[in-house]
């Protein structure tokens, strides 16, 4: 179990109180982009910067690329000295309550080598909790821009996936609904259905009925049955553009399973090149 990585809206009151965290807002709605920066001046977590996920948790797309490029070391640390993170400070990440974009910022920090957590439940738990929010773009105070180095063994890339399809040593673990993983619909990719082989673990199955994280338990009993006590290790997560795919490798990492890695491209390159199989149904 790693529960350092996953907090209360209790615990991150205290942190914030004492001063020992970055707090930053991560909604997003991708059929209105400008909607998730609205939403956080109109309500916020007291301190709260926002990350918004095209233009801070991403590079731009190019004609080779998916829908979400990680952006380079560089750009993403000119982001973080501009909301006041310093290295090895603590960064909490909290979306409207899935994480489901606020995943994504989570593993950039761990990618960067950097600690980071999410807010369990996230800026719904906090109003439940009676906790109060801001108004407005709070004041940042701008750091001091930190190096940034990536581990490159987290992550793999389309030619790692096309040479392995088959192998003993791949497992694509598909974080889309499964109306898209099935290619019954697609209203966001030019192309239905799946990678070859992956196997398909909507984000959603990772939160209980109150849009919390399951216990790391259930969540290690879950992912087992469907890898079927295959190696953990071997275990590459997609989605439509390498966003979702960071909350099955959250919930992995919250049930102690590590060293699963990410295909940033995810559906939304895979398709780019025609010559690349695809597989529909279950």
Known sequence: MNSNILISAKQLSDLIQAGKCTVVDCRFDFSDALQGRASWISGHIPGAAYADLDKDLAAPVDDHTGRHPLPDADKFARFLASIGWSSGKLLVAYDGGSNAISSRMWWLMQYFGQPSALLDGGLAA???????????????????????????????????????????????????????????????????????????????????????????????????????????????????????????????????????????????????????PVETGS
């Open 126 to 276: 906090w109003t439940a909790s009676g906790l109060p929010l801001e108004t407005g773009a709070p004041e940042q105070e701008t750091a001091p821009v930190e190096k940034l180095l990536p581990h490159q063994n987290m992550i793999v890339n389309s030619v790692d996936i096309l040479e392995n399809l088959g192998s003993p040593g791949l497992t694509v673990l598909d974080a889309r609904a499964a109306e898209r993983f099935t290619g019954k619909v697609e209203n966001l990719d030019t192309k239905a259905g799946h990678i070859p082989g992956a196997l398909n673990r909507p984000f959603g199955s990772n939160l209980d009925s109150t849009g919390c994280f399951r216990s790391p338990a259930e969540l290690r009993a879950q992912f087992d049955s469907l890898l079927g006590g295959e190696d953990v290790g071997r275990v590459v997560h997609s989605c439509g553009s390498g966003v979702t795919a960071c909350h099955n490798l959250f919930a992995m990492a919250l049930a102690g399973m590590d060293s699963t890695r990410l295909y940033p491209g995810s559906w939304s390159e895979w398709i780019r090149d025609d010559d690349r």
